[in-house]
């Protein structure tokens, strides 16, 4: 029996989300517009008739674990479950996913997911069709006749059987349906039916894919080209998120530096700068964050805006890869070490302290000891308050793969140990400052097992607190906690009353 059944009211599904916040918001994207479909979601593999993966294929990591979850579910498929691929992965593999992992039904790329409930129908009437069809006249890759009706060019349905030529049981024959996207789409994934996690904080993205191209970098071949909302539909959704009691707001693109609106009146278009100002004069947003930036793109403007705006929240997340001008020119970032620096000065001289994080990548091809020399120099120079950073991982299709000189998993690995306990040091220091200030946190919950509460400042730090039993603070409220330890991660402190 298939596993999308199309008059049964108890339909299931179960999503995972593996990779980035992009991924996160399409989950909750996807998640709305299936229970919209009469969909129920449920939260573990056994409950659901339907199984997605919405996957990540930054670093081979993360590409590795979607291909571990569909390793062993032969026994779940026996039991009629329908298997999809969604995201990064899907668009980078295609239909080769099918070779890979046998037992998936569904391939869909994140800007084809507005045809996810017409490629759910296809394949539940291909899935009927092909219990109706003869066995022996399947054969992997062909299309059974008057199967395709109905189906639009852009997405694909094959039936195929377990084996090509050889009978095998029912329950073993495939249907198969891929929903792919053109790098050049101008498709954006909007859907008024989007099931937020969070009551009080959401996402809302405000441009897709991106130019920039980077030599190491798979999301210009996976997520497609820059592509903006207008600035009228962003601020539509953000006064909507307002009225429903959101207070946070965090605005998400690949590259939102890079942001241009596509707003019909020329003159009623808005810069990125502008928008960011816009939405966090919201009437009841209290915070609005952005990630991702890149440098190249980064304007002063934005440092205006968060100066003049007191919504915005004091938290820059500026990647800058390499210390290295040398590694940044092989890595096509279209910067310098001294540009880079230029932007944290003008975030350092800001009327308010703007807390900066950023990502590096350590044993890019070529990467010398004094070019991660440089990278460590730069760490001590600006004083990030985090520092995401990864071991350079070859991918498909990119411009690096074919670069020399490329650097042993060990001396990556060893980089990685160096630059993570020189970043330590710094916080554990810097963190130090804190200490005895009032800091406001928006609260996120409650520790029970170390009677704490968990919360989240302005300069994006985690700051857990102690409250009297009396005091009992709301997930979602605004509470001035005073400062009282730092760890290199986090802080410690007491609700101020
Ligand atoms: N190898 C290692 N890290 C990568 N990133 C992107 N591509 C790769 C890769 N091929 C890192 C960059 C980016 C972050 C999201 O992931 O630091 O900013
Ligand atoms: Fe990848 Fe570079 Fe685009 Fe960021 S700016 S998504 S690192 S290509």
Same mark, same amino acid.
């Given at each position: 029996?298939?596993?999308?059944?199309?008059?049964?009211?108890?339909?299931?599904?179960?999503?995972?989300?593996?990779?980035?916040?992009?991924?996160?918001?399409?989950?909750?994207?996807?998640?709305?517009?299936? %229970?919209?479909?009469?969909? +129920?979601?449920?939260?573990?593999?056994?409950?659901?008739? $339907?199984?997605?993966? *919405?996957?990540?294929? %930054?670093?081979?990591?993360?590409?590795?674990?979607?291909?571990?979850?569909?390793?062993?579910?032969?026994? /779940?498929?026996?039991?009629?479950?329908?298997?999809?691929? $969604?995201?990064?992965?899907?668009?980078?593999?295609? !239909?080769?996913?099918? @070779?890979?992992?046998? /037992?998936?039904?569904?391939?869909?790329?994140?800007?084809?997911?507005?045809?996810?409930?017409?490629?759910?129908?296809?394949?539940?009437?291909?899935?009927?069709?092909?219990? !109706?069809? =003869?066995?022996?006249?399947?054969?992997?890759?062909?299309?059974?006749?008057?199967?395709?009706?109905? +189906?639009?060019?852009?997405?694909?349905?094959?039936?195929?059987?377990?084996?090509?030529?050889?009978?095998?049981?029912?329950? @073993?024959?495939?249907?198969?349906?891929?929903?792919?996207?053109?790098?050049?789409?101008?498709?954006?994934?909007?859907? @008024?039916?989007?099931?937020?996690?969070?009551?009080?904080?959401?996402?809302?993205?405000?441009?897709?894919?991106?130019?920039?191209?980077?030599?190491?970098?798979?999301?210009?071949?996976?997520?497609?080209?820059?592509?903006?909302?207008?600035?009228?539909?962003?601020?539509?959704?953000?006064?909507?998120?307002?009225?429903?009691?959101?207070?946070?707001?965090?605005?998400?693109?690949?590259?939102? *530096?890079?942001?241009?609106?596509?707003?019909?009146?020329?003159?009623?278009?808005?810069?990125?700068?502008? +928008? $960011?100002?816009?939405?966090?004069?919201?009437?009841?947003?209290?915070?609005?964050?952005?990630?991702?930036?890149?440098?190249?793109?980064?304007?002063?403007?934005?440092?205006?805006? %968060?100066?003049?705006?007191?919504?915005?929240?004091?938290?820059?997340?500026?990647?800058?890869?390499?210390?290295?001008?040398?590694?940044?020119?092989?890595?096509?970032?279209? /910067?310098?070490?001294?540009? /880079?620096?230029?932007?944290?000065?003008?975030?350092?001289?800001?009327?308010?302290?703007?807390?900066?994080?950023?990502?590096?990548?350590?044993?890019? =091809?070529? !990467?010398?000891?004094?070019?991660?020399?440089?990278?460590?120099?730069? $760490?001590?120079?600006?004083?990030?308050?985090?520092?995401?950073?990864?071991?350079?991982? =070859?991918?498909? *299709?990119?411009?690096?793969?074919?670069?020399?000189?490329?650097?042993?998993?060990?001396?990556?690995?060893?980089?990685?140990?160096?630059?993570?306990?020189?970043?330590?040091? %710094?916080?554990?220091?810097?963190?130090?400052?804190?200490?005895?200030?009032?800091?406001?946190?928006?609260?996120?919950?409650? *520790?029970?097992?170390?009677?704490?509460?968990?919360?989240?400042?302005?300069?994006?730090?985690?700051?857990?607190?102690?409250?009297?039993?009396?005091?009992?603070?709301?997930?979602?409220?605004?509470?001035?906690?005073?400062?009282?330890?730092?760890? =290199?991660?986090?802080?410690?402190?007491?609700?101020?009353?």
């Amino acid at each position: 029996m298939s596993g999308v059944p199309q008059s049964n009211p108890q339909k299931t599904f179960y999503l995972e989300t593996f990779g980035c916040q992009m991924n996160v918001h399409d989950s909750e994207k996807v998640v709305g517009t299936l %229970i919209q479909e009469g969909y +129920l979601q449920v939260q573990t593999v056994e409950a659901a008739d $339907l199984v997605l993966y *919405n996957t990540c294929s %930054i670093r081979d990591k993360a590409e590795q674990k979607v291909f571990n979850r569909l390793s062993d579910y032969k026994k /779940y498929k026996k039991q009629g479950k329908t298997f999809g691929v $969604l995201g990064c992965v899907a668009q980078q593999e295609g !239909e080769k996913i099918f @070779e890979r992992a046998p /037992y998936v039904s569904l391939v869909c790329g994140s800007a084809s997911y507005n045809k996810l409930p017409s490629m759910l129908a296809q394949l539940e009437a291909a899935s009927v069709a092909t219990r !109706e069809i =003869p066995f022996d006249k399947l054969r992997a890759g062909s299309r059974p006749a008057g199967e395709n009706a109905g +189906l639009r060019d852009d997405a694909s349905v094959i039936a195929t059987a377990g084996k090509s030529g050889s009978r095998k049981p029912e329950a @073993e024959s495939l249907v198969r349906i891929t929903g792919l996207d053109d790098r050049e789409t101008d498709a954006c994934f909007e859907t @008024e039916f989007t099931a937020r996690t969070n009551p009080h904080r959401g996402y809302i993205t405000i441009i897709e894919g991106c130019d920039k191209f980077c030599a190491y970098c798979v999301v210009p071949y996976t997520r497609g080209k820059e592509r903006s909302r207008t600035s009228q539909s962003v601020l539509a959704e953000a006064r909507q998120m307002a009225d429903l009691g959101y207070t946070e707001i965090q605005l998400l693109g690949q590259n939102v *530096n890079s942001y241009k609106d596509s707003e019909g009146n020329p003159a009623a278009r808005k810069t990125f700068a502008e +928008l $960011l100002a816009a939405v966090g004069e919201v009437p009841g947003i209290r915070r609005v964050r952005f990630t991702t930036s890149h440098p190249r793109d980064f304007g002063r403007d934005i440092v205006e805006a %968060i100066d003049a705006v007191p919504t915005l929240c004091d938290h820059v997340h500026l990647p800058v890869q390499s210390g290295s001008t040398r590694v940044l020119d092989a890595m096509q970032r279209l /910067y310098t070490r001294d540009q /880079y620096l230029e932007r944290i000065a003008w975030m350092k001289a800001a009327k308010r302290e703007i807390s900066i994080t950023t990502d590096v990548i350590v044993g890019f =091809p070529g !990467e010398t000891e004094s070019d991660f020399a440089e990278t460590l120099g730069l $760490l001590e120079e600006v004083g990030f308050d985090a520092v995401f950073a990864f071991k350079y991982s =070859p991918r498909p *299709n990119t411009p690096s793969l074919k670069l020399d000189d490329a650097i042993p998993d060990e001396e990556k690995a060893r980089r990685l140990e160096v630059l993570m306990a020189k970043q330590r040091e %710094i916080q554990t220091t810097s963190y130090k400052r804190y200490i005895g200030t009032s800091c406001e946190v928006m609260v996120e919950g409650r *520790n029970e097992a170390r009677v704490q509460w968990m919360g989240r400042t302005t300069h994006n730090k985690t700051l857990n607190f102690t409250a009297p039993a009396t005091a009992n603070p709301k997930p979602g409220t605004y509470a001035p906690i005073l400062v009282t330890s730092s760890f =290199p991660n986090s802080l410690l402190g007491e609700l101020v009353l």
